[in-house]
């Protein structure tokens, strides 16, 4: 079956780079348009797409914070890696990565259970 | 980036009753190649992940009720929940998906027993 997980650090100080990682299971990334995106809630608000990362390597980018991510894919791993520079207690929020199956038109029908991330000195 | 703004924030409704929700996208979402409107919602309820509800503006993903329904086209989307049932507490989302642009989701929509 399908499924995702999100891992990382828990707490991180303001200014430092944060560095995640989806590992799924039950498909893979290589596959015609297969995708996995990320996507962060801060705790009471909602949901923000952040990026997303399509099986032929080409990536996209939230508008308002292109210039502080990078998605990149190990396909035979089946890991994504999101990273982000500069983080502020701003960034504080749930961090989740879903799959997507552009192909038919499904945005993001598996997603994990998503890690907390607090950004604090 | 495409601005997804639904309404209400939130709504409270008798049991058995009909919930509207309504998305409105500063641009088109539909592709014309394919005449798909590239619009999904999103269901989630405290402590988990969002559940995808429908895609493509009105197709239901497998598994989810019939009461939940998707409509509209271009710009402007509803959600449409016929008959509220105590699992349907929850926020719903929508979210453009537009072929080549960054993706956005609305701010969210709190669904309440009255």
């Known amino acids: 079956q399908v499924t995702l997980r999100e891992s990382g650090p828990a707490l991180v100080k303001p200014t430092q780079t944060l560095t995640l990682t989806c590992t799924f299971s039950g498909f893979t990334l290589d596959s015609s348009g297969m995708s996995i995106s990320w996507i962060r809630q801060p705790p009471g608000k909602a949901l923000e797409w952040l990026a997303r990362?399509?099986?032929?390597?080409?990536?996209h980018y939230s508008a308002s914070l292109k210039t502080r991510l990078t998605i990149s894919k190990d396909t035979s791993r089946s890991k994504v890696v999101l990273t982000m520079t500069n983080m502020n207690p701003v960034d504080t929020a749930r961090y989740y990565c879903?799959?997507?199956?552009?192909?038919?038109?499904?945005?993001?029908?598996?997603w994990g259970r998503g890690t907390l991330v607090i950004v604090s000195s | 980036d495409i601005v997804m703004t639904q309404s209400p924030d939130s709504l409270a409704v008798s049991l058995g009753e009909r919930a509207t929700i309504n998305c409105r996208s500063s641009?088109?979402?539909?592709?014309?190649?394919?005449?798909?409107?590239?619009l999904a919602w999103y269901q989630q309820k405290p402590g988990q992940p969002p559940k995808l509800l429908i895609y493509?503006?009105?197709t239901r993903q497998s598994g989810v009720p019939d009461r939940f329904r998707g409509s509209g086209s271009g710009t402007d989307f509803t959600l449409t929940i016929s008959s509220l049932q105590a699992e349907d507490v929850a926020v719903y989302y929508c979210?453009?998906?537009?072929?080549?642009?960054?993706?956005?989701f609305g701010q969210g929509t709190r669904v309440e027993i009255k």
């Open positions: 979210q453009q998906y537009y072929r080549g642009l960054t993706w956005t």
């Open positions: 879903a799959r997507t199956v552009a192909v038919a038109g499904v945005p993001s029908d598996y």
């Open positions: 493509w503006a009105s």
């Open positions: 990362i399509d099986w032929d390597d080409a990536k």
């Open positions: 641009q088109s979402v539909l592709y014309n190649s394919n005449n798909k409107n590239y």
